[in-house]
């Protein structure tokens, strides 16, 4: 197996890497490489313009408006995006949702919300877990019960990423008790302004309010707002979890935010030196290092198998546990060069345009711990790694 590039795929990297350095507005990269929060604006400047060179949706076919990557050229893009600071695409619409409508979905819906998407026109969440059902989606309770040309929908999801700004969501929700979990559930598309829908906010340990709860109380939903067939939605959920997981393994990110490890690493000290040349320290850094390397082969061994047909299974969540461990990692050593710098809580360093001195004269502490925080979650969204490592026990060890 060949796993470098090809000389064609070296000139689309250098087609990135222009369109980047004219394209990406500098405020917005500054915001990422700072660990800043993005407004919902910043997000919806970042996919129009992305849109707008028909790079939005990267892995829809050109038929829907996307631009016929393979695989090798998403991984690039989204390798070389993180490296310049560009924000992660907002996954719920066009990286999760989209491929489900397109490979499920009915004409009249491809037709309708796919264009809405690349407008930027609907904002997604997704409405998967429940207070009884995170990892364990099969458990979920929200119902849907047919009358005439509507769905009633009620229940609450929680742990809704960016609910705050969303005005769709999609969900998992049961449309048959009386057979076995997985065969009764649907997929169902829910207008967010409908009466009876609530929004309300989770404050997270970062100090943020990205996550909220969701509520449904009889909810009208149209029946033409179903994807595929009643209570086929697990075949669609495992689908677009196939989607989810590969991308959260974030070797752009990892790579970045390796290279923000070893400025800093260099910018502290302990006892008079470097923290990079203190032993103890040097070596998590090696093996940090040597871990996303061989998270990176076998990253671009899975992208040489989908470009020659084949389909990730178990290899999406190993990718999955793997670059949330590593992203962790360094988010926490990061964090721990920062020694006591990383303690005090500054709300407004979270944000464009906090002027202040740095905390400890190093600019990354006042955002340090607020990330290695935040990212705790991302060995539990996308399906708790704890549950990965039974799917790969299952699909590999037959156990």
Request: charge should be neutral.
């Amino acid at each position: 197996m060949d796993l470098q590039f090809t000389p064609q795929e070296e000139a689309f990297r250098a087609e990135v890497q222009s369109f980047l350095k004219e394209k990406l507005p500098k405020h917005i990269a500054q915001k990422v490489k700072a660990g800043q929060r993005l407004s919902k604006a910043d997000q919806d400047e970042w996919h129009a313009i992305l849109n707008e060179r028909g790079w939005y949706a990267n892995h829809w076919p050109m038929e829907n408006g996307g631009p016929g990557w393979g695989a090798v050229e998403k991984f690039i893009f989204d390798t070389e995006c993180a490296l310049a600071g560009g924000p992660r695409v907002v996954p719920f619409g066009v990286n999760m949702l989209g491929p489900v409508l397109i490979k499920y979905g009915n004409e009249q819906q491809k037709n309708y919300w796919l264009p809405r998407m690349l407008k930027g026109e609907d904002w997604w969440c997704q409405g998967y877990s429940e207070p009884g059902a995170g990892s364990d989606l099969a458990s979920v309770k929200t119902t849907a019960v047919r009358e005439g040309d509507f769905y009633i929908v009620n229940g609450q999801k929680t742990w809704t990423t960016q609910g705050q700004h969303a005005n769709m969501i999609f969900c998992l929700v049961r449309t048959n008790r009386e057979v076995k979990a997985q065969a009764g559930i649907s997929f169902l598309l829910v207008d967010m302004n409908t009466p009876g829908v609530e929004v309300r906010p989770i404050r997270t340990l970062d100090g943020d309010k990205d996550v909220n709860e969701v509520f449904f109380t009889d909810v009208k939903v149209p029946v033409e707002n179903l994807v595929g067939e009643e209570n086929k939605g697990w075949t669609y959920a495992k689908y677009l979890l196939t989607y989810e997981r590969t991308g959260i393994a974030g070797v752009g990110f990892c790579i970045s935010a390796l290279a923000k490890l070893k400025v800093v690493a260099a910018k502290a000290h302990r006892n008079g030196k470097p923290l990079n040349q203190d032993p103890l320290f040097a070596a998590r850094m090696a093996k940090v290092e040597i871990d996303l390397e061989n998270m990176k082969t076998t990253n671009l061994r899975v992208i040489a198998a989908v470009a020659g047909g084949g389909v990730p299974g178990a290899e999406s969540s190993m990718l999955k546990i793997r670059g949330t461990e590593i992203r962790q990692e360094i988010l926490s050593l990061i964090r721990r060069a920062m020694g006591v710098y990383a303690v005090p809580y500054i709300d407004e360093a979270q944000y464009e345009g906090y002027e202040d001195a740095p905390v400890g004269l190093i600019d990354e502490a006042a955002t340090a711990a607020a990330n290695y925080f935040n990212y705790r979650k991302l060995s539990i969204f996308g399906g708790s790694n704890e549950i990965q490592k039974n799917i790969i026990s299952k699909m590999i060890l037959g156990l």
